[in-house]
């Protein structure tokens, strides 16, 4: 019962109510999840910029430090660009957001120009400590896959060298009443796999 406890200790009451942790972790971890419902409220840079101070502190092979993000917030004149790079559905939601980010990763190293294998790896961690601050300060953070990958490369000026790897929508959070009715029933915390399921001993078992 003292195991249980100190588990869901921490755990926000919307997060309790749909995750239970198997072990023992910071509340932080748990309580990150995806909300879409925003209030279409500007966000001032001092709210929001701390959400790239931590993703700059991601680890990172031979410390080149792969991430770039590309951002508008609601005053600035490229807004409707990047409102524009998203498909139909997420526009419905994300117009809200404070701030819109295009995630951008350079493949290869700085010291020698050679292809990077973990760019993508490291951009993602980078991305993890984004939205892990954002959980922190109580705002909404959400990654986006549904965009024009390629229009956001063209329209943004981003080099060949670097890829384009998602999106993501920042914001101040709103009643899930404010969603369109078919996302409304999703905005909660979803579950995940059981541990047993993504951690092998050895050997990769059970899939193919």
Known sequence: MQETA?????????????????????????????PRAMTGDPLAEAEYLP???????????????????????????????FVGLLNEMN???????????VIVSKTTFDHNDE?????????????????LEGTRRGLAVHPV????????AEELDVPEAYEVQAMAAIGERAPPKTLPDD???REQPSDRKPLEEIVHRGGFDGEE
């Open 6 to 34: 100190s588990k869901r200790d921490g755990l926000r009451d919307e997060v309790a109510e749909h995750r239970d942790p198997e072990h023992d972790v910071d509340p932080l971890f748990v309580n990150r999840w995806s």
């Open 145 to 152: 896959a549904g965009f024009d990958y390629e229009r956001a």
């Open 91 to 101: 526009q419905a939601w994300a117009t809200d957001a404070a701030v819109l980010v």
């Open 183 to 185: 996302l409304r029933e």
């Open 51 to 81: 959400l790239f101070e931590a993703a700059r502190w991601a680890p990172s092979a031979f410390n080149n430090q792969h991430w770039r993000f590309l951002y508008a917030d609601r005053e600035d004149e490229e807004w409707d660009t």
């Open 115 to 131: 292809p990077a294998p973990t760019h993508a790896f490291d951009t993602g961690a980078a991305w993890q400590n984004l939205a």
